[in-house]
């Protein structure tokens, strides 16, 4: 019961949005827009092993245009000239651009309503400097990490590297 009313909670707080108002930091968001473009899927390795798929589809509505991630089985349910209905989707950057994502506390299913688009503004295309990435404890990428000279031994630290 309380999984039932955590994502009705989810639903209630998304907010009905045009493609022009997005931004980087928008989430909960509930888009209709039709499907221009869709690219064809490629395979990226996953964080925790494994591979997925991904492929990216241009969508618009009246006010503008913007580059909407589809993930694994997202891809085949989704083709050009579909107006899809986004329900709680969120927006990330990817190398500086705009992403509209689905996730998985949101929905996509085909919609209507849509019968005019606008590409003349595509949000994806701006490039925004993308906050610097959190290294992890154990120091990798590049550069400091954990360590502290006590005791010459390393005093509950070993090699660099904090002891949990």
Excluded at 88 to 111: A, F, I, P
Aim: charged fraction near 35%.
């Amino acid at each position: 019961m309380e999984d039932n009313k955590a994502a009705s909670d989810t639903e209630e707080q998304s907010v009905e949005a045009k493609i022009k108002d997005l931004t980087p930091s928008s989430k909960r968001v509930d888009v209709l827009a039709k499907c221009l473009e869709l690219s064809d899927p490629k395979e990226i390795p996953g964080r925790f092993g494994g591979s997925r798929k991904v492929a990216e589809a241009t969508i618009a509505d009246e006010t503008g245009a913007i580059v909407l991630s589809l993930w694994d089985d997202q891809i085949g349910s989704v083709s050009k000239e579909d107006v899809l209905q986004i329900k709680n989707g969120y927006v990330s950057l990817v190398r500086g651009h705009m992403r509209l994502n689905v996730g998985k506390y949101g929905t996509l299913d085909k919609g209507d309503g849509v019968e005019t688009v606008s590409t003349e503004l595509n949000v994806s295309d701006k490039e925004y400097e993308q906050p610097p990435r959190r290294q992890s404890r154990d120091g990798g990428g590049g550069g400091g990490g954990w360590s502290r000279d006590r005791d010459s031994g390393g005093g509950g630290y070993d090699g660099g590297r904090k002891r949990f």
